[in-house]
C-alpha cells in the first residue's frame, strides 16, 4: 500500500482551521480523505459540521493530541487511519493545541503501524484580525507559528493592507523558512498539495506545552428551551470574556443554528434540528466559569437548562 500524505493543520481558536477544511473537501473531490478532529470540548461541534459521505473521520476529544493524557489515543488514530486506503490524511488540531512535539509522535506511529504516512507538513491558519494581539498573549500562537512549513493569513478580507503588511513582518520575524499563502474564508485552492512544503523549513522537535496540569476546563450546557437572538447574545457577551471559545448548536424562535463565538465575534449559521441544544465554553478561568453561567444564565434566561463536565 502506497503512503498516504499526512497534513497536521495548527491555528489558534477562531482562525479557520474547518472552514481551510471545508473548503478542501470541496474542492479535492478525486482523493481519499481521512480526517482526525481534535477538540477540547466533550462534543465535537466541527466534526458533526464536517462529516460527509466518503470521507473517513476519527475524533479525539476532551484535551490536546499533543498531551501526555490523549498522545496514545492520538497514535492509535494515526495507526488505525493507516490501515485505510486513503490518499490523504488531514489532522485538525485543537486550536490551543502545541504541536512542538509531532516529530516524536509520528516516530511512535511507525512503532505500532509501520511506515504508512509520509509527513508532508504542518499548516498553521493565522486570524488576521486578531493575531497582533494573540502572538503578544498566547505562547501557543507563537509555537504553532514557529512549529509550522506554511502559514496561512485567513480572513484577509477583514483587514487592511497596513495590518497584512505588519503580519507577514511578524512571520517572518518568528519563522522566515514558512511558505506563506494568503485566504479568505479559509480557501487557497490546492497547489500547496503538490508543493514539498517540508523542505523548506527544518523542524526541530521539543517537549509540547500541552500538558495535564495546564490542560483547559470544558464545560457544556444543555437545554430544550427556545431562546430569542437578543436573550442568547446577552447571555453569550456576559459569559464571553471568561472563554477562550464557546460554539455549539442551538434552537432560537428563527429555527436552529450553529453558534460560534471567537473574541468579541457572535456567528450564526443555519443548522438542522437537533434533540437539544447544546454550547461548549472552554475556560480562561478554570472551574470558575460553571458560577459565570450559572448566574448569567439565571440573570438572563431563566430557563430550565443542565451543566455537564
Given at each position: 500500500m502506497k503512503k498516504k500524505g499526512l497534513y497536521v493543520l495548527t491555528g489558534f481558536l477562531g482562525s479557520g482551521k474547518t472552514t481551510f477544511l471545508?473548503?478542501?473537501?470541496?474542492?479535492?473531490?478525486?482523493?481519499k480523505i481521512g480526517i482526525i478532529q481534535n477538540e477540547f470540548?466533550?462534543?465535537?461541534?466541527?466534526?458533526?459540521?464536517?462529516?460527509?459521505?466518503?470521507?473517513?473521520?476519527?475524533?479525539?476529544?476532551?484535551?490536546?493530541?499533543?498531551?501526555?493524557?490523549?498522545?496514545?489515543?492520538?497514535?492509535?488514530?494515526?495507526?488505525?487511519?493507516?490501515?485505510?486506503?486513503?490518499?490523504?490524511?488531514?489532522?485538525?488540531?485543537?486550536g490551543l493545541a502545541d504541536p512542538s512535539n509531532i516529530e516524536e509522535i509520528l516516530e511512535a506511529v511507525k512503532v505500532l503501524a509501520?511506515?504508512?504516512?509520509?509527513?508532508?507538513?504542518?499548516?498553521?491558519?493565522?486570524?488576521?484580525v486578531n493575531f497582533l494581539d494573540q502572538i503578544k498573549e498566547e505562547e501557543t500562537v507563537y509555537r504553532q507559528l514557529v512549529h509550522c512549513h506554511m502559514a496561512i493569513l485567513n480572513k484577509i478580507d477583514l483587514v487592511d493592507e497596513d495590518k497584512i503588511h505588519k503580519i507577514n513582518e511578524k512571520i517572518k520575524e518568528i519563522n522566515p523558512n514558512c511558505l506563506i499563502k494568503y485566504g479568505k474564508e479559509g480557501n487557497i485552492g490546492l497547489d500547496f498539495l503538490s508543493i514539498d512544503l517540508k523542505s523548506l523549513n527544518k523542524?526541530?522537535?521539543?517537549?509540547?506545552?500541552n500538558t495535564v496540569d495546564n490542560k483547559p476546563k470544558t464545560i457544556s450546557l444543555q437545554t430544550e428551551e427556545i431562546l430569542t437572538r437578543d436573550e442568547l447574545n446577552e447571555f453569550l457577551e456576559k459569559v464571553l470574556p471568561d472563554c477562550y471559545r464557546i460554539k455549539g448548536f442551538f434552537h432560537l424562535e428563527e429555527g436552529w443554528f450553529q453558534v460560534d463565538v471567537v473574541e468579541k465575534l457572535i456567528d450564526y449559521k443555519p443548522h438542522g434540528e437537533r434533540e437539544n441544544s447544546e454550547l461548549v465554553f472552554l475556560s480562561k478561568v478554570g472551574p470558575k466559569i460553571i458560577r459565570t453561567?450559572?448566574?448569567?444564565?439565571k440573570e438572563i434566561v431563566n430557563k430550565p437548562m443542565k451543566l455537564k463536565n
Open positions: 471545508l473548503n478542501l473537501l470541496d474542492n479535492i473531490k478525486d482523493k470540548g466533550k462534543i465535537n461541534v466541527d466534526g458533526e459540521i464536517i462529516e460527509r459521505d466518503g470521507i473517513k473521520m476519527m475524533e479525539i476529544s476532551r484535551g490536546s493530541i499533543f498531551c501526555s493524557c490523549l498522545k496514545l489515543s492520538f497514535v492509535e488514530s494515526l495507526a488505525e487511519m493507516g490501515k485505510m486506503d486513503l490518499d490523504y490524511v488531514f489532522v485538525e488540531s485543537s509501520g511506515d504508512v504516512y509520509e509527513f508532508k507538513a504542518a499548516i498553521c491558519l493565522i486570524d488576521a523542524i526541530e522537535s521539543e517537549d509540547s506545552l453561567i450559572d448566574t448569567n444564565w
